[in-house]
RNA sequence: UCGGGGCUAUCCAGG
């Protein structure tokens, strides 16, 4: 069992959902590892629906979802957008005998909430939450992101380096997603250039991206000139 | 004792 999760795992990672599907098939004893590996897959391939499916055929099988299980059921519910079924999954959490959410399942709540458009509900649980990873911040900033709202994507940076948090180049996505989306053309360069400075991220494609079309839009074109100009002498 | 599964952004694809 041990190994052909592994398999099933691998062919996931290799993008074939359909020799992962076919591994699972042939198990004879399927445990909630297993099966956790698989809603992992339909969740991440697109196929959020048939995930939330096997979440509830293997609840009708008597097994006990873990952390890890109930992480994916989650990231498949807010991949549908579906916040009545994330809802149900919640109140099945908080009904376990054992207290079983980790930071990590803590993150996927929140981020449910964020991506089914309950906002005030996945940031009342991002403030009480009690330790908070890069990761965590990476949830309520994409979500705040996304709904556009700048002005609180910038608190909510100013608040991670107060507590201690490093940013990554998830960070860096969300943040000059926002300000470009929204129109705020004033904070993005100066982010930039924190990342690479401050935290020693390169920048990626998608950062350079999101730079050249905020100066753009900002009518700072021998700026995003500059910048093109600048990628042209790197090596790659 | 050890070992297989878990959360976040952009782009792409799908719709």
Same mark, same amino acid.
């Given at each position: 069992?041990?190994?052909?999760?592994a398999l099933?795992?691998?062919?996931?990672?290799?993008?074939?959902?359909?020799?992962?599907?076919?591994?699972f098939?042939?198990?004879?004893?399927? $445990?909630?590892?297993?099966?956790? =590996?698989? &809603?992992?897959?339909? %969740?991440?391939? *697109?196929?959020?629906? !048939? +995930?939330?499916? #096997?979440?509830?055929e293997?609840?009708?099988?008597?097994?006990?979802?873990?952390?890890?299980?109930?992480?994916?059921?989650?990231?498949?519910?807010?991949?549908?957008?579906?916040?009545?079924?994330?809802?149900?999954?919640?109140?099945?959490?908080?009904?376990?005998?054992?207290?079983?959410? $980790?930071?990590?399942?803590?993150? =996927?709540? &929140?981020?449910?909430? %964020?991506?089914? *458009?309950?906002?005030? !509900? +996945?940031?009342? #649980?991002?403030?009480?939450?009690?330790?908070?990873?890069?990761?965590?911040?990476?949830?309520?900033?994409?979500?705040?992101?996304?709904?556009?709202?700048?002005?609180?994507?910038?608190?909510?940076?100013?608040?991670?380096?107060?507590?201690g948090?490093?940013?990554?180049?998830i960070?860096?996505?969300?943040?000059?997603?926002?300000?470009?989306?929204?129109?705020?053309?004033?904070? *993005?360069?100066?982010?930039?250039?924190?990342?690479?400075?401050d935290?020693?991220?390169?920048?990626?494609?998608?950062?350079?991206?999101?730079?050249?079309?905020?100066?753009?839009?900002?009518?700072?074109?021998?700026?995003?000139e500059?910048?093109?100009?600048?990628?042209?002498?790197?090596?790659?």
């Amino acid at each position: 069992t041990v190994l052909e999760t592994a398999l099933l795992d691998m062919y996931t990672k290799c993008g074939s959902l359909e020799d992962a599907r076919t591994i699972f098939q042939r198990m004879k004893n399927k $445990d909630v590892v297993c099966w956790t =590996a698989l &809603i992992t897959a339909c %969740a991440q391939q *697109g196929d959020a629906k !048939e +995930a939330l499916e #096997l979440y509830k055929e293997m609840e009708a099988q008597g097994l006990q979802p873990d952390s890890p299980a109930y992480t994916s059921v989650l990231a498949a519910c807010a991949s549908l957008r579906d916040l009545s079924q994330g809802k149900a999954v919640h109140a099945r959490i908080l009904d376990s005998k054992t207290d079983i959410i $980790d930071d990590i399942l803590q993150n =996927a709540i &929140i981020n449910m909430y %964020a991506r089914c *458009g309950a906002l005030e !509900e +996945a940031t009342a #649980l991002f403030l009480r939450q009690r330790r908070r990873s890069s990761n965590s911040w990476n949830v309520i900033i994409a979500a705040y992101a996304q709904h556009g709202h700048p002005e609180q994507v910038l608190e909510l940076y100013k608040g991670m380096a107060l507590e201690g948090a490093e940013p990554d180049s998830i960070t860096f996505t969300s943040i000059l997603y926002a300000f470009n989306h929204a129109g705020v053309h004033k904070q *993005g360069p100066v982010c930039f250039k924190a990342m690479q400075e401050d935290h020693g991220i390169s920048p990626l494609p998608q950062h350079y991206n999101c730079m050249i079309d905020l100066l753009g839009r900002a009518g700072r074109l021998d700026e995003a000139e500059e910048l093109i100009n600048s990628l042209n002498y790197k090596p790659d």
